[in-house]
């Protein structure tokens, strides 16, 4: 119990240390965006009564009359409330809004994708790692070179052979925009056909690390004793394999995991500039560009928010599958 | 300040990580003193060393001999030929001329970032490890935190907020360097931790020495492979944030480095138009350089954990087999 206490304990603090962040970021910069923010608001149409800055004041900080504290408790407030202010660069949506249509997106490929790559990782790092010395060990040394490889760049030349040179998969975007959306089978056609090139460079970009941590913990479980028994036993190759060696060397590369998330979504930043998809990595950059500083904070939080979430949940789950840790903490 | 331990004393002593079953080398192979310091020349190294050290000499002094990177040219988009060994870009400037400056660019962000990040997490991880109580939990709650904060996300919202004509390259370093030197930070409390229940560190204490001095002249010395694998894993990682930074368009203002390159190459819709001399060279470089410390940092990781260490032509047979186990559970926690 004292473990999932102190788990939960840090995820609030590291919550509390994003939101405050966020808070503090535009306040300690220079210039004010507020007036930015005014401006494009005017240019937009829209109406600029002083009701909206006293929100974006509230957001930003450009309101020196308040003190910090009392700034601080507001914008706590705003954000319990679900309020993020409103979206210039889709003006008039809430930010909210902008992100909940951005989300789905991301989360299927983004999320879609790191599985893929993680059981396929496993998967390959369990045979190599079993055949050590073999040919499938020459493997190895490219993933050293994959891994310095700028994910990006990866992705811009897979993109110029696989679709602008062979045609195989469309190039931009998340669907088909003469298509309307809905659970119609030509939308969801189009929408798997245009995430499958941007999946595929996530996977390729992403599976070595999982396969060479997965490959040496495989050589060290492979001699540990209870593997000797097993052998001696007369167990199938295959069973031994599998129930024995892999269950026990998959469990640093589940913990590991957790601390990948965050880098799974710094790579869906990459990924939805490269493609141009519509998913929220995309959405914070079009926000840095259009100084959309409300949409930008929004995004930024959800990120950290689903982030902080996804290792909580991991954690938890390592807890519950290898109880050691729950006991030396 | 009297001097009760010969300050080499800690040199003497096995790298740490060592002490934890460790496999009876034989004397052979082993080396003390300064020389334990150093990696074994293997293929691997020379590799990792030759990428680098060409690809540093290219930065360093390539912008000598190249033209000016952004002289206008009315020849607009060629392929690489005689005058232009690597092709010109859209507007005619040398590709060539460019790479160089911008290999230049990227290095200098690479090691500021480097230094700065070694430097923080030296200081969050080693003095949080070495005093212990509240002062390490405040530490290591810090270093936690940080680590699961999204970086890339948290960069371009910093970014973002600061004036284009304000971002500098230092200003990027900065901001590179305060998100990225979380981990390094984890594995160095980690080590130090375990150096500090040494009887000589204990023994420097008990004799009254100053906790700066026993960080500094004990524990410090002992850390110097580690902090430089961590040295050479941080100058990666700005390399390659700060590329994915310039390529976003949320790069340093006033410094050309590969990032930017590859920006413009993307917005002059070099892949379009097939105009591989100017997005893959740029790329290439980043690999490159990326294999080569990576590759040195594998050489590095022989000494922070000996038994990783080839037993070389004598077999020590199944002693080691269980050797890559620490190095499993570093590589995922890199």
């Not at chain 2, 976003?248 to 819709?269: E, K, P, R």
């Not at chain 2, 070389?312 to 047979?317: A, D, F, N, T």
């Amino acid at each position: 119990m004292r473990y999932y206490a102190r788990k939960i304990g840090f995820y609030l603090v590291a919550l509390w240390a994003a939101v405050t962040l966020n808070f503090f970021i535009p306040r300690m910069m220079p210039g004010n965006p507020v007036d930015i923010l005014m401006a494009k608001l005017q240019q937009r149409g829209g109406t600029v009564d002083p009701s909206v800055r006293r929100s974006y004041e509230l957001l930003l900080g450009a309101d020196r009359s308040d003190s910090l504290a009392r700034q601080y408790l507001s914008y706590l407030g705003n954000l319990l409330h679900g309020d993020f202010g409103v979206s210039v660069s889709s003006y008039p949506a809430k930010v909210s809004d902008v992100i909940g249509q951005s989300l789905p997106w991301t989360i299927v490929l983004i999320g879609l994708a790191t599985l893929v790559s993680f059981v396929l990782g496993l998967v390959l790092g369990t045979l190599v790692g079993w055949k050590r010395g073999s040919w499938l060990d020459s493997i190895i040394p490219s993933t050293t070179v994959l891994a310095a490889v700028p994910y990006f760049w990866l992705a811009l030349i897979l993109a110029a052979l696989l679709s602008s040179t062979l045609h195989w998969f469309p190039l931009l975007g998340g669907y088909d925009v003469s298509l309307s959306m809905g659970w119609n089978w030509s939308f969801i056609s189009s929408a798997v056909s245009h995430g499958i090139l941007p999946a595929l460079t996530i996977v390729i970009s992403s599976v070595g690390g999982w396969l060479l941590g997965m490959r040496n913990m495989m050589v060290s479980t492979a001699a540990e004793d209870y593997i000797l028994t097993a052998r001696a036993k007369g167990l199938r190759n295959s069973r031994i394999m599998i129930r024995y060696a892999a269950r026990n060397a998959a469990l640093p590369s589940v913990a590991g995991f957790a601390t990948s998330l965050g880098f799974v979504v710094s790579g869906s930043v990459m990924t939805e500039q490269v493609f141009s998809y519509p998913g929220i990595g995309g959405r914070l950059l079009q926000a840095v560009e259009n100084n959309d500083y409300a949409l930008m904070q929004g995004i930024f939080l959800v990120i950290t928010v689903a982030v902080l979430g996804a290792n909580l949940l991991v954690d938890l789950l390592y807890g519950l599958i290898d109880p050691r840790t729950r006991a030396s903490n | 300040m009297t001097s009760v331990i010969p300050p080499s004393s800690g040199l003497e002593d096995l790298p740490p990580g060592a002490e934890s079953g460790a496999v009876p080398s034989p004397a052979s192979t082993r080396r003390t003193g300064w020389r334990a310091m150093l990696p074994t020349w293997t293929p691997k190294l020379a590799i990792g060393l030759g990428l680098v050290v060409a690809i540093a000499l290219f930065g360093l002094i390539g912008p000598v001999f190249a033209g000016n990177p952004d002289t206008i040219r009315n020849i607009g988009l060629t392929a690489p030929g005689g005058d232009h060994w690597l092709g010109t870009t859209q507007t005619g400037q040398d590709v060539l001329d460019q790479l160089t400056h911008a290999t230049r660019g990227s290095l200098q962000i690479g090691l500021l970032v480097g230094v700065m990040a070694t430097a923080l997490s030296a200081v969050f991880g080693v003095i949080g490890g070495y005093v212990g109580g509240i002062v390490d939990e405040v530490f290591s709650l810090f270093s936690n935190v940080m680590l699961v904060i999204p970086g890339l996300p948290l960069v371009i919202v910093i970014s973002g907020f600061v004036p284009a004509d304000q971002r500098g390259s230092w200003t990027i370093a900065l901001v590179l360097a305060l998100t990225g030197w979380a981990a390094a930070a984890r594995v160095l409390r980690a080590q130090t931790l375990s150096l500090r229940n040494r009887d000589y560190v204990a023994a420097a204490r008990v004799a009254g020495e100053k906790p700066w001095r026993v960080i500094c002249v004990e524990i410090l010395p002992n850390l110097l492979p580690v902090l430089a694998s961590q040295f050479v894993f941080s100058v990666i990682a700005a390399i390659l944030s700060e590329a994915g930074l310039s390529f976003l368009g949320l790069g340093a203002s006033n410094s050309s480095t590969l990032g930017t390159m590859l920006y413009f190459a993307q917005n002059g819709f070099a892949l379009q138009r097939a105009a591989w001399w100017w997005f893959v060279p740029p790329g290439l470089i980043i690999a490159a350089f990326g294999c080569g410390l990576a590759l040195i940092n594998l050489s590095l990781d022989e000494i922070i954990n000996p038994r990783l260490r080839r037993p070389g032509r004598k077999r020590v047979g199944r002693a080691t087999s269980g050797s890559s186990r620490n190095h499993a559970v570093r590589s995922t926690v890199a």
